[in-house]
């Protein structure tokens, strides 16, 4: 008895430390590591401007850093309507999106049409963060327009995920955008 009593207090902490998760701070390497390794297979060029004429390339993601958004990048795929009064703050916004894992076998939520969701996402921008995540937020400054199209790559601190504070996922999106005005 006395054996397998020492052999359980040898054994415990190798079976329990093989049970543990990740901590925060290696999932948040973890999630760097993803999106650079997304960078690299989707043969991304990642870029630290706007496009001075406005043209983006079809794989050009711009790197948000810079702006204060870590780890976040954006392309723009269609202007919009840029006869339109851009975007300010406290417009509602409609959104509708496609949102995919980055890992190589993607999981996609769509709710890019009525067939998929009945109702697009709607939210107050720069006022209300409970509908929209600080990335979608983000994104909308970008695309400034209604009508406007766009592809994101949002880490996890910029997400859904960031408020539950143990979920590191970080996700791609497709957005297309209205502005509603009051």
């Excluded at 993803?34 to 993601?61: H, M």
């Excluded at 190589?104 to 697009?120: E, F, K, L, M, R």
Aim: proline residues 3%.
């Amino acid at each position: 008895m006395k054996k397998l009593f020492y052999l359980l207090v040898i054994l415990a902490p190798i079976v329990l430390s093989g049970c543990q998760q990740n901590s925060y701070a290696q999932q948040l390497k973890d999630e760097k590591a993803l999106i650079a390794d997304y960078i690299k297979r989707e043969k991304i060029n990642v870029i630290y401007a706007e496009p001075e004429d406005g043209v983006w390339g079809e794989k050009d993601f711009l790197d948000l850093t810079s702006f204060g958004y870590e780890n976040m990048y954006f392309h723009l795929s269609y202007q919009g309507d840029t006869a339109t009064e851009q975007v300010k703050r406290g417009d509602k916004i409609v959104l509708r999106y496609k949102r995919y894992t980055l890992d190589i076998n993607s999981d996609t939520v769509s709710y890019w049409t009525t067939a998929q969701n009945g109702y697009p996402v709607e939210f107050i921008y720069l006022t209300d963060y409970t509908a929209a995540c600080t990335g979608w937020h983000a994104a909308v400054k970008f695309m400034k327009y209604t009508d406007a199209e766009a592809k994101i790559i949002n880490p996890s601190k910029l997400g859904f995920s960031s408020a539950e504070g143990t979920t590191v996922t970080p996700y791609g999106y497709e957005m297309k955008i209205k502005i509603k005005r009051y």
